[in-house]
């Protein structure tokens, strides 16, 4: 339970940041770059949240169910010619995420494979 306490506190710490400082940013993004500045500089051990952070992936989709249910409600609101540019952008968005994570993922395990032997 510390782990999702420390994971919440850094939630709150950044909404309070962007709120009092007024930051172009989302209150959780600013959480999560101090969460992970502060994971970086060792201040906070990847022991302490990790159970916490892999019960809460584990469950991700629940949190996008919400945003997936209020599209569906707005599709009726997409006129018929504004249909093929939608699921052009999806398609395309979906394959150049996948393709850049495939190929990340690609360079990195090529570069721990020649530091490994």
């Known amino acids: ?10 939630q709150m710490a950044g909404m309070a940041v962007q709120t ?9 993004v600013i ?3 101090l969460f992970a500045g502060c994971l ?10 990790e ?3 892999a019960f809460l992936v584990r469950h ?11 599209s569906m409600i707005l599709l009726r609101y997409v006129e018929l010619s504004e ?17 850049a994570g495939g190929g990340l993922t690609t ?3 090529k570069r721990e494979e020649r530091e490994d032997g």
């Not at 009092?20 to 959780?28: H, M, R, S, Y």
């Open 1 to 10: 339970m510390i782990g999702f306490s420390i994971l919440l506190a850094f």
């Open 20 to 28: 009092g400082l007024g930051v172009p940013l989302p209150g959780n």
């Open 31 to 33: 959480g999560l770059i």
């Open 40 to 49: 970086f500089l060792g201040w906070i051990k990847l022991e302490w949240v």
């Open 51 to 53: 159970q916490s952070a």
């Open 60 to 70: 991700m989709m629940l949190f996008f169910l919400p945003y997936v249910a209020g």
């Open 83 to 99: 249909l093929a540019g939608l699921l052009l952008a999806l398609v395309a968005s979906t394959l150049v995420s996948l393709l």
């Open 107 to 109: 360079l990195l395990r």
